[in-house]
């Protein structure tokens, strides 16, 4: 496992994180095998793990602090999120941060997801959702100061809307913000025209979320593929939309290198831009934990590659 350096927060965090949505929102998982690949990710050098309090109303959170029992002996960062008050995801234009993010709402859930991890301090709280439009607003920033303060969180962060990697901008020259958390994978590449060169020039660090696109980048989507009614995916794969996905990565696969999957080439691709922290692939198999953790070694594709 190769790792970099998270912005001004100064930490090493592994290039292949841990996303933990999964782990609670999704179908198709058990918890002994939840906790065996979590402990295999440790063993092969992760250390940064991604939930949120809205990830099965603190159940992966709880999973979380199991794995921080079990590893006592490792340096894992936490980082988890606060839901909106008003329950809108994404965030709706307009509205008012009393609404989403009162600052008693901040310190409230900040103190449950204490809990749910056992941990006395949270290494990186996010914002699950965000209006560029709050950036002078007071609520927020009260409230972090007073977390900051008090050794309840050591950063905070914006988890950005999908599609919407600008919306955060401004928020970003206030300096009060130390991660950024935005889709970027081969399919949406957006974030590497404003977004990346400012967190750059700010020393702001990047979590790449959704590399696989929900899973159309691991290929194994097809026409036909369905999901149940209680897994998220069954909500975003619609017939539209899924036809489209597979359309895309159909035409990805004549271009993977002899010796690599399509997968690897999409964790690849995401590796070959260095303002890029860590990655965090949802992983509930060892198996995939083991093959998206290789791909760390320091080996992103060619620039020929990465261009075509």
Known sequence: MQYRNFGKLNWKVSEIGYGMWGMAGWSGGEDKETEMALDRSVELGCNFFDTAYAYGAGKSEN???NLLKRQSGKRLYTATKIPPKNHEWPSIKGSSIQDVFPAQHIIDYTERSLKNLGVETIDLQQFHVWEDAWSNEDEWKLAIEKLKKEGKIQG???SVNRWEPNNCINTLHTGLIESIQ??????DQNPEDQLFPLCKKLDVGVIARVPFDEGSLTGLMTYETTFPANDWRSTYFVPENLISSVD?????KPLVPEGMDLPEMALRFILSNPDVGTII???RKIKHVESNSATSDGQGLSKELVEE
């Open 182 to 187: 935005v889709i970027y994978n081969i399919f």
């Open 281 to 283: 692939p949802g992983m």
């Open 63 to 65: 999973i979380l602090a």
């Open 248 to 252: 895309h990565a159909n035409a990805l």
């Open 156 to 158: 905070i962060g914006i």
